[in-house]
T-cell receptor, first 111, second 114 residues
Framework: QKEVEQNSGPLSVPEGAIASLNCTYSDRGSQSFFWYRQYSGKSPELIMFIYSNGDKEDGRFTAQLNKASQYVSLLIRDSQPSDSATYLCAGLSGGSYIPTFGRGTSLIVHP | DGGITQSPKYLFRKEGQNVTLSCEQNLNHDAMYWYRQDPGQGLRLIYYSQIVNDFQKGDIAEGYSVSREKKESFPLTVTSAQKNPTAFYLC?????????????FGSGTRLTVV
């Protein structure tokens, strides 16, 4: 059973701080990972994709992948109240085209 | 602008009634998917289709049916056999039948049983 685990939160951080969202996965065959942001009542939108060990940066977002330890993280620098949302982690195994989604972590950025 | 259009945004179903959720995309994506999302739950796959006139069951296909007669369209029917259909339904599409580039989601349909 492929599983992607996320702490449901909520994770509460002050405005301007770094928010760190974590995700672990059980399938060692997972090769690539996605982070989606979902505002309350809205649909998810893709914000990051990573497939290599290490860090990938895009603006205020940094995705980190450690395949040996089977975890993926998303760092949000200079957090803003507009970042308050649920963040979904998804993993994709090689040879598959259906990702496994985690349940998401709720992030609250308070002024 | 390219994207995925889901309609209606809100839908109310009476007991024993079949209802159909529309999903149309103009992204020229080959693959399309239907997910169900319940409060506090992750996304659960209902059906997916890689090419026209072909589709496969996902993890929770019972009580649902789909068709893929056109590349652009992937409607979902929630039948009376689905005993707990109240949920947020999301349609998604991806390039080349693989989600290496991630999904593009529609805005969703919120279905409520009345």
């Amino acid at each position: 059973q492929k599983e992607v685990e996320q702490n449901s939160g909520p994770l509460s951080v002050p405005e301007g701080a770094i928010a760190s969202l974590n995700c672990t996965y059980s399938d060692r065959g997972s090769q690539s990972f996605f982070w989606y942001r979902q505002y309350s009542g809205k649909s998810p939108e893709l914000i990051m994709f990573i497939y290599s060990n290490g860090d990938k940066e895009d603006g205020r977002f940094t995705a980190q992948l450690n395949k040996a330890s089977q975890y993926v993280s998303l760092l949000i620098r200079d957090s803003q109240p507009s970042d308050s949302a649920t963040y979904l982690c998804a993993g994709l195994s090689g040879g598959s085209y259906i990702p496994t989604f985690g349940r998401g972590t709720s992030l609250i950025v308070h002024p | 602008d390219g994207g995925i259009t889901q309609s209606p945004k809100y839908l109310f179903r009476k007991e024993g009634q079949n209802v159909t959720l529309s999903c149309e995309q103009n992204l020229n994506h080959d693959a399309m998917y239907w997910y169900r999302q319940d409060p506090g739950q992750g996304l659960r796959l209902i059906y997916y289709s890689q090419i026209v006139n072909d589709f496969q069951k996902g993890d929770i296909a019972e009580g649902y049916s789909v068709s893929r007669e056109k590349k652009e369209s992937f409607p979902l029917t929630v039948t009376s056999a689905q005993k707990n259909p109240t949920a947020f339904y999301l349609c998604a599409s991806s390039i080349e039948g693989r989600s290496n580039y991630g999904y593009t989601f529609g805005s969703g349909t919120r279905l409520t049983v009345v």
